[in-house]
């Protein structure tokens, strides 16, 4: 991707990037730049804390809304601050929301993702292997 940022890992505490950096708690993420987002929970995202990305130019083509694990959502009056500002919004657990991103922006979409960590994080059997490769490296490595 470039210069592009993508988000290749999530976990409990954050996202790992493409360019190796590791992202602690939510963020809010674009193509080039990402930011800390003070956001704890979807229940804390309001219209002041994505104030944000309406003030931004040029203009996004889509707003991803990251809010955690499956059956967590936005309040109404979050989603009639993006409708009343015309912001084309996407809501969806982090996982796809991350997924979402990172195809919109391969696309070279003016895309955001406001990405809160889940709670509880998948794991798939290249996760498992990798883990299972360092134990024993780690093995290996002891005196």
């Given at each position: 991707m470039g210069d592009m940022i993508s988000v290749d890992g999530i976990s409990q505490y954050g996202f790992h990037l493409n360019s190796g950096v590791v992202?602690?708690?939510?963020?809010?993420?674009?193509?080039?730049?990402?930011?800390?987002?003070n956001v704890p929970s979807a229940?804390?995202?309001?219209?002041?804390?994505?104030?944000?990305?309406?003030?931004?130019?040029?203009?996004?083509d889509c707003l991803v809304i990251g809010t955690g694990d499956r059956g967590t959502?936005?309040?109404?009056?979050?989603?009639?601050?993006?409708?009343?500002?015309?912001?084309?919004?996407?809501?969806?657990?982090?996982e796809q929301a991350a997924a979402t991103f990172n195809f919109m922006n391969l696309e070279r979409r003016c895309v955001a993702g406001a990405l809160i960590p889940p709670v509880d994080v998948r794991l798939v059997d290249r996760d498992y292997e990798q883990h299972?490769?360092?134990?024993?490296?780690?093995?290996?490595?002891?005196?």
């Open positions: 992202v602690l708690g939510p963020m809010a993420v674009f193509p080039r730049t990402v930011l800390g987002w229940p804390h995202i309001t219209p002041a804390s994505l104030a944000l990305f309406a003030i931004l130019e040029p203009r996004l959502t936005v309040s109404k009056e979050v989603i009639a601050f993006l409708r009343q500002k015309k912001i084309s919004f996407e809501i969806l657990p982090t299972q490769k360092s134990q024993r490296q780690a093995l290996l490595e002891e005196p």
